[in-house]
């Protein structure tokens, strides 16, 4: 994961660097660093934690050009010292580096071998190391040579203390864009770090590197080639417009959902994207992603295979790739991502992609990779999601495929069913909610160690998905199981006093639900039932019933989930966490 940042220019870089470097921290904040040439010395600061963390420490450092690193550890601890920028021992060069070396260790030996010593426990220190062992004059194909002895992906920016006004590049499965105007040059995993800076930036692909000075950009291949590229407009990037008043990303993201809804509904109606989605040739519909985009895969195919009578199967996408899964020409891959940058989720596109599947993205971020290598893209228009944990982004994906699982139906059956009127109904309920049960409830849950949640079919889904969230900002152990699994094993974990959220929408499924909350019941468990069905008869000391309102049971689960987005972060508050930033996480999941 991490983010990386570099800058060439007139502007104090320690400024521009680290406010960069605070739009990528959704993709990790274990540690941050900043290194800036400066009379021919490169000056190097890092931090354990969080940007702020550095920006305390950071006084005025401004030389003509630097590079700054935002950590997500995957190879030793969260420590300063394993924090980038990483610099060979000779303090030549210093790095940045996105990605895993996964060929670090033999590399790391071999240098050893030649007296050279390592101060970070990092695979990326290899890269600083190789940089200054390499013998070839011309940098950039030093880089290059450097690059071809590297197993794994990487996006790096590397600076030489003797080439003050140069920044070098390399891509390799992970993101890098580079922008230039007027003398001054930015660079970073995302296009939001060049967002108001350029007009026009490059998207390096796999394989290319990039000489970067104020004067201009040069672009190479893997054999040292220059080549030419084509530059992209710097447009519909929108970047977070801040907290507001609120609290927390994650509060604010929640209470937009009704508002995102309604965009939904305004694109999708004023557009035919949906209509493009063509299954006449199509035998079946795999959907792949990852965690709670995942999830909404899962909501998805309920959706697809109940209304469009067609083979529809979701796949986490970490599985999916290493399965040898059956694709064809006939096969329609539909890809769910929030950012578009998850790695297994852009290996899975790719394999299916290469046995000849028609590609789907179902994103947020519509010039990500996902959306960049996809035929079709349906947007999920939630807007900017900074908060960790996904909730708007989420209610928008199942929403986007509830509506395409009506458009097929539509087609397919030939009906003329209005769907968007359901959700707009949606929008307004959702307004109306004020939370006060799940408000009390977020104080007991406070104390807990363990929670379960119950539902079937579509219900099972949103159990997931709650449990999820749960876990994620509360810490709290939690798991979702099919209600009609509790006999096989689940019934086991049942003590006084346990927690089981019951979760029933769907009528037909009310009294099969029921009684597994019942089963639950008589061996002490506490059931908490949210639904929009009339349950007060069986209201007790050890069964609480949240009403929710009663609207076309088809859309319930994005309403829903709501209940169980505000639960887990009023529970994350009250236990004193951060629930926008929960330990050991990042936002966007860039290596495998
Ligand atoms: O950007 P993506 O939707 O591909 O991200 C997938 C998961 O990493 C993500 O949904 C993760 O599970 C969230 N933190 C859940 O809240």
Not at 227 to 252: R, T
Request: glycine share 6%; proline share 3%.
């Amino acid at each position: 994961m991490c983010g990386i940042v570099g800058y060439i220019g007139r502007m104090r870089s320690d400024e521009i660097l680290l406010k960069n470097l605070k739009k990528l921290e959704y993709r990790g904040y274990d540690s941050s660093g900043i290194a800036v040439l400066k009379n021919n010395e490169i000056i190097v600061r890092k931090e354990s934690g969080c940007i702020a963390n550095l920006e305390k420490t950071v006084e005025e450092i401004y030389g003509s050009c630097g590079i700054a690193h935002t950590r997500w550890a995957t190879h030793g601890k969260p420590t300063k010292e394993n924090a980038h920028p990483h610099t060979s021992s000779d303090n030549e060069w210093a790095i940045v580096h996105n990605g895993i070396i996964e060929n670090y260790g033999e590399l790391k030996e071999d240098l050893i071998s030649k007296n050279i010593s390592f101060s970070s426990e990092t695979d990326s220190e290899v890269v600083a190391q190789l940089l200054s062992v390499e013998k070839n004059e011309n940098l950039m194909e030093r880089v290059i040579d450097v690059c071809g002895k590297l197993v794994g992906s990487y996006a790096l920016i590397c600076v030489n203390k003797n080439t003050p006004n140069t920044l070098y590049l390399a891509k390799q499965k992970s993101p890098l864009y580079v922008g230039i105007k007027s003398g001054e040059v930015f660079v970073g995993s995302d296009p939001i770090c060049l967002s108001g800076m350029v007009d026009n930036y490059y998207s390096l692909e796999d394989g290319e590197f990039c000489q970067a000075s104020s004067e201009k950009l040069v672009f190479f291949d893997s054999y040292k080639n220059i080549i030419n590229k084509a530059s992209v407009k710097l447009e519909n990037i929108n970047y977070n417009s801040g907290l507001g008043d609120y609290p927390h990303y994650m509060l604010k993201e929640i209470e937009e959902v009704p508002s995102v809804l309604r965009r939904v509904v305004d694109v999708y109606k004023q557009s035919n994207i949906l209509d493009k989605i063509d299954i006449s040739n199509v035998n079946k519909i795999i959907i792949v992603g990852c965690g709670t985009a995942y999830h909404a895969g899962l909501m998805g195919s309920k959706y697809i295979e109940r209304l469009v009578r067609i083979d529809c199967s979701c796949h986490v996408a970490s599985e999916f790739r290493y399965s040898d899964p059956i694709i064809d020409d006939k096969t329609l891959a539909i890809f769910v991502s929030q950012s578009g940058e998850t790695a297994d989720t852009i290996s899975a596109l790719d394999l299916a992609k290469s046995k000849g599947a028609k590609i789907v993205a179902l994103t947020n971020v519509l010039y990500s990779t996902v959306a960049k290598k996809s035929d079709i893209i349906l947007p999920v228009c939630a807007g900017p999601e900074i908060a960790v944990a996904s909730t708007k982004a989420y209610s928008a994906q199942i929403t986007v495929f509830y509506m395409l699982a009506k458009c097929l139906q539509n087609k397919v059956f030939s009906k003329n069913v209005d769907y968007f009127g359901e959700v707009e109904k949606l929008s307004d309920a959702l307004k109306q909610i004020d939370f006060e049960d799940v408000r009390e409830l977020s104080k007991v849950l406070v104390d807990k160690k363990e929670a379960f949640f119950i539902g079937r079919n579509r219900d099972y889904v949103t159990s997931e998905e709650a449990s999820l969230k749960l876990k994620e900002i509360t810490y709290i152990n939690s798991s979702a199981y099919p209600a009609g699994e509790l006999k096989h094993g689940f019934l086991a974990l049942i003590e006084n006093d346990t927690y089981v959220f019951m979760i029933a929408t769907e009528k037909d499924l009310l009294e099969k639900t029921l009684n597994g909350a019942f089963e639950s019941m008589a061996r002490g468990g506490k059931i908490f039932a949210f639904s929009q069905f009339d349950l007060k008869k069986y209201e007790s000391e050890n069964f609480k019933y949240i009403k929710m309102p009663n609207l076309n049971e088809e859309v319930m689960p994005i309403l829903s989930i709501s209940y169980f987005q505000m639960l887990s972060y009023l529970t994350s508050i009250a236990k004193g966490l951060n629930p926008d930033k929960p330990r050991n996480l990042a936002k966007s999941v860039t290596v495998e």
